[in-house]
């Protein structure tokens, strides 16, 4: 059957992630069920300048993503971040999240967000290059002391309010300059989605993906529409991503799968540098990483794995080999 590769546009991929995560709830109905969104928080000086902010992700299985925290460097160690950290989650158990998550490295902030309560559960090596990053996370749904720093003069001149998605692009601007300056962007963001039609127009897969300013690239979701999956679709969508990844000179493929999927992306060549980790009320969810960008995946027609019908392979069943977060 002929397909022609197109990239995807922006509308196009709202429409997958829709679908994505129509499949997702079918697989693992969204509970607690928690909309998507998008919260912005941020604290002002006088004259109404952002000295500092964060934003917040809600998504389904009642998980919000704790995102871009950053202080102006002349406001920081006075408990201003804290007092951002605080105000995300008391927004995150607002909205029905039971856990918080985020993403720091070792240029940036582990020790203070263990001190807020947040304990590692994956480990990146290498991510960005030379660096190790870490994901942590924290259960909202259990009482923990609020962390008061030891300088927290912030408290009293600074008030945490909602804000924009034009804050947002400041607070990210700001992160973003702090970051360059330790791993400066070898490039823009190259975006690489893209999508596969039949002769008749039709949407029949797409990958949404891209590769980050440090040259990692990620997979954010992968759809093959029903009736064209198993024969290999996927696969291909992989294997033009990964080429082009290399092409481009990525190191790293990463993305984030869920039980029911892990198998395809074991048999193209990714892997979990840990166990899988269970979202309580939700389904297990790998870290899949690919580094050897040189091998090029062949599909292969095997049986379903053992439990696949339920979506779930083996090695990665509920009660077994997963940490519970
Ligand atoms: C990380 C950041 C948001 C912290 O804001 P802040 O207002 O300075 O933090 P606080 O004053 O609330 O710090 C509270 C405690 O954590 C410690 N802490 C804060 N940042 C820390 C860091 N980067 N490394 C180690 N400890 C840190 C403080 O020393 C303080 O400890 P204490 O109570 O024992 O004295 C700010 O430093 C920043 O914007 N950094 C650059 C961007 C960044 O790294 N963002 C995080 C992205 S994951």
Redesign the pocket.
Known sequence: MNFVVKPLTEEEEALIEERINVYADSMAPSEPHTEEESLVFKAEDKEGKIV?GCVVNIYAWGRAVLA????DGR??????????IRAAETAAREKGCYYLC????DY?????YE?HGFRVFTVNRDIPMGHESWSLSKRLDQAVPDYI???NT?AEQYHVKPGSKEDAKIIDQG?GA?CEEVVPDRHAYIPLSRKLIDGDGNLIAAVICGIGEDDTADIDGIWVAEGYRRQGIGTRLFGDVEREAKEHGAYVILSYCCDWVSGFFFRNGFYSPRRAFRLSQGPHVLRARKENLTERPVWRPLAAPKGAEEGRIPGCQRAAGCDTI
């Not at 920081?76 to 971040?81: D, I």
């Not at 940036?108 to 203070?112: D, G, S």
């Open positions: 500092g871009q925290l950053w202080v406001y920081r160690h006075h408990g201003l971040g804290s007092l951002l985020l993403g720091t490295a940036m902030a582990r020790p203070l001190k720093p030891k300088d912030a992160l702090f």
